[in-house]
């Protein structure tokens, strides 16, 4: 998950970057720095080799290089049931600049300013360390408890700051204070998030499409009240209507499918999509083309240890089918078959239903999909806007990343988009000069997982703004799988064992 995406690249030492730049003005002379609704905290260089503490999680970065953190505060205010409000930012500016700029997205909720380090789909080398200008913010709201605390919404300026101001409002900050440290602006500026901030990147194409020349959005919470309907009540209830029930008669979530079931589904999966790229390794590199149905499995007479009984088969079926409405309108992208489907906590796999980080679980046998569904439309967060002319027009490239294992955001859902995204700005074949859209076989929600979760579209995305070039594939590796290196290739490409060579090495595959 998020967390776990964070901690594995941070256990990983790395050198600083050896860029270039001007003598920078001095860091302390920024706490001078004045603009309506700014108040600058803080404002003091970093020594080179000091180390910084990540909230939620028991570790730190690797060593960091010399820098000038600055902090701040803009439009603080008293809100809604007199809380304090005002978005608050952190910005790190290397003294080795490169001369680009990246601003960082957040996770779930925001509200807690995550040190400006640029960790997203940079592989073992952060941004920070890299030159970048990088900054952070909170999007506006402090959380009571860090990562999904969502009562600022009472408030509709903090509501409006996290849906979409905040981001934007920081970044123009940012690229002043830049201006007034270095003394020029930032030749390039990128944004790079997953989850809440891989939607933060998709609001900033869509709302703010000349802020930034790249953005990175992984696994992006685009449509957050219908991806809560589809794994907080669709999956659930249909669970619930083949769980055993307890003394009163309420479902036990827990025991719907078994150890024994999830063995007998992940072997079977395996055995028909694991080998289509021309390797069993444990890897699904083709989930569009993987044909898994579990009601292969039903028994076709008396139950036992080789087949599933056929209300299991069917409602796992249901399940990840995702919602659909009384008239079979889809109304939530279903999910993929892929090795993550059967993992347990505590990130759980679709196929390990219980209580979770959003609650206990339901007790419900049934749900109004219909009536459920035009209730969790959420306009100001959701973010579904396809037209993306004057982003691309002016140059911007785009890339989505998502993992197949994703139990929280569907990545059919952010593939459909992609597809309309497609449809919408010519075709496929002239939104592939400037946007591409990668599966991460394996990868729960935002890293983690039987996965290679680690690579660099932060290097790929600045070769492409900056040098015209495109990838044409992305080398991936993880600790899931120690030695082995693969490419992720951009859709409509997919991995393919060439049918030789060490089925460790990624040179041994191609993208077809």
Same mark, same amino acid.
């Given at each position: 998950?998020?967390?776990?995406?964070?901690?594995?690249?941070?256990?990983?030492?790395?050198?600083?970057?050896?860029?270039?730049?001007?003598?920078?003005?001095?860091?302390?002379?920024?706490?001078?720095?004045?603009?309506? /609704?700014?108040?600058?905290?803080?404002?003091?260089?970093?020594?080179?080799?000091?180390?910084?503490?990540?909230?939620?999680?028991?570790?730190?970065?690797?060593?960091?290089?010399? $820098? !000038?953190?600055?902090?701040?505060?803009?439009?603080?205010?008293?809100?809604?049931? &007199?809380?304090?409000?005002?978005?608050?930012?952190?910005?790190?500016?290397?003294?080795?600049? /490169?001369?680009?700029?990246?601003?960082?997205?957040? =996770?779930?909720?925001?509200?807690?300013?995550?040190?400006?380090?640029?960790? /997203?789909?940079? =592989?073992?080398?952060?941004?920070?360390?890299?030159?970048?200008?990088?900054?952070?913010?909170?999007?506006?709201?402090?959380?009571?408890?860090?990562?999904?605390?969502?009562?600022?919404?009472?408030?509709?300026?903090?509501y409006l700051d996290f849906a979409?101001?905040?981001?934007?409002?920081?970044?123009?900050?940012?690229?002043?204070?830049?201006?007034?440290?270095?003394?020029?602006?930032?030749?390039?500026?990128?944004?790079?998030? !997953?989850?809440?901030?891989?939607?933060?990147?998709?609001?900033?194409?869509?709302?703010?499409?000349?802020?930034?020349?790249?953005?990175?959005?992984?696994?992006?919470?685009?449509?957050?009240?219908?991806?809560?309907? #589809?794994?907080?009540?669709?999956?659930?209830?249909?669970? /619930?209507?083949?769980?055993?029930?307890?003394?009163?008669?309420?479902?036990?979530?827990?025991? #719907?499918?078994?150890?024994?079931?999830?063995?007998?589904?992940?072997?079977?999966?395996?055995?028909?999509?694991?080998?289509?790229?021309?390797?069993?390794?444990?890897?699904?590199?083709?989930?569009?083309? !993987?044909?898994?149905?579990?009601?292969?499995?039903?028994? %076709?007479?008396?139950?036992?240890?080789?087949?599933?009984?056929?209300?299991?088969?069917?409602?796992?079926?249901?399940?990840?089918?995702?919602?659909?409405?009384?008239?079979?309108?889809?109304?939530?992208? &279903?999910?993929?078959?892929?090795?993550?489907?059967?993992?347990?906590?505590?990130?759980?796999?679709?196929?390990?239903?219980?209580?979770?980080?959003?609650?206990?679980?339901?007790?419900?046998?049934?749900? *109004?999909?219909d009536k459920e569904a035009l209730?969790?439309?959420?306009?100001?967060?959701?973010?579904?806007?396809?037209?993306?002319?004057?982003?691309?027009?002016?140059?911007? %490239?785009?890339?989505?990343?998502?993992?197949?294992?994703?139990?929280?955001?569907?990545?059919?859902?952010?593939? *459909? $988009?992609? %597809?309309?995204?497609?449809?919408?700005?010519?075709?496929?074949?002239?939104?592939?000069?400037?946007?591409?859209?990668?599966?991460?076989?394996?990868?729960?929600?935002?890293?983690?997982?039987?996965?290679? *979760?680690?690579?660099?579209?932060?290097?790929?995305?600045?070769?492409?703004?900056?040098?015209?070039?495109?990838?044409?594939?992305?080398?991936?590796?993880?600790?899931?799988?120690?030695?082995?290196?693969?490419?992720?290739?951009?859709?409509? %490409?997919?991995?393919?064992?060439?049918?030789?060579?060490?089925?460790?090495?990624?040179?041994?595959?191609? !993208?077809?």
């Open positions: 998950m998020y967390i776990k995406f964070l901690r594995n690249i941070l256990l990983v030492l790395v050198s600083t970057s050896h860029a270039w730049a001007q003598e920078p003005n001095s860091c302390a002379n920024l706490a001078n720095f004045k603009a309506e /609704n700014v108040e600058i905290t803080k404002a003091a260089p970093v020594a080179a080799g000091t180390t910084e503490a990540i909230p939620w999680i028991q570790t730190r970065s690797a060593p960091l290089p010399a $820098y !000038c953190r600055v902090e701040g505060v803009m439009n603080r205010r008293t809100g809604v049931d &007199g809380q304090e409000f005002g978005i608050t930012f952190t910005l790190a500016m290397p003294d080795k600049w /490169n001369g680009d700029f990246l601003m960082q997205g957040g =996770g779930g909720s925001n509200g807690v300013v995550i040190p400006p380090l640029g960790l /997203n789909a940079a =592989g073992n080398m952060p941004a920070l360390m890299r030159g970048f200008a990088v900054v952070s913010t909170d999007s506006g709201h402090q959380s009571r408890h860090p990562g999904f605390d969502f009562s600022f919404r009472r408030d509709q300026q903090a979409y101001l905040g981001n934007a409002e920081v970044a123009a900050l940012a690229k002043r204070l830049i201006v007034q440290h270095y003394g020029k602006p930032a030749a390039f500026s990128y944004f790079s998030g !997953c989850s809440t901030g891989g939607r933060e990147g998709m609001i900033l194409s869509q709302r703010y499409p000349t802020v930034f020349n790249g953005i990175i959005s992984g696994d992006p919470a685009m449509r957050t009240g219908l991806s809560n309907l #589809a794994i907080g009540r669709w999956i659930p209830i249909a669970f /619930n209507q083949i769980a055993p029930k307890d003394a009163n008669g309420k479902p036990i979530i827990e025991q #719907a499918i078994t150890d024994d079931d999830r063995k007998l589904i992940k072997d079977a999966l395996m055995k028909r999509c694991d080998d289509e790229d021309g390797l069993a390794d444990g890897l699904i590199s083709d989930p569009l083309a !993987c044909d898994f149905d579990p009601e292969m499995l039903a028994c %076709k007479g008396k139950k036992n240890d080789s087949c599933l009984a056929p209300e299991k088969a069917a409602a796992i079926k249901k399940a990840l089918a995702g919602p659909k409405t009384s008239t079979g309108t889809q109304v939530y992208a &279903g999910f993929l078959y892929d090795t993550g489907i059967t993992n347990g906590p505590p990130l759980r796999g679709l196929l390990s239903p219980g209580p979770g980080i959003f609650g206990p679980a339901t007790m419900d046998m049934s749900m *109004d999909v209730a969790d439309v959420q306009p100001l967060v959701d973010s579904m806007s396809t037209n993306l002319t004057t982003f691309s027009a002016h140059g911007g %490239k785009l890339i989505f990343y998502h993992g197949d294992s994703d139990p929280w955001f569907s990545p059919l859902d952010t593939f *459909d $988009y992609y %597809k309309d995204m497609a449809a919408a700005n010519g075709s496929l074949d002239a939104v592939l000069k400037w946007s591409q859209f990668y599966f991460v076989p394996g990868m729960s929600h935002c890293g983690g997982g039987q996965a290679l *979760d680690q690579f660099d579209l932060l290097g790929a995305i600045v070769t492409w703004v900056e040098k015209g070039t495109a990838p044409t594939s992305v080398i991936a590796t993880g600790k899931a799988f120690p030695g082995r290196t693969r490419p992720l290739c951009p859709y409509p %490409k997919r991995a393919q064992y060439k049918g030789s060579g060490n089925p460790e090495d990624a040179n041994s595959f191609e !993208c077809r």
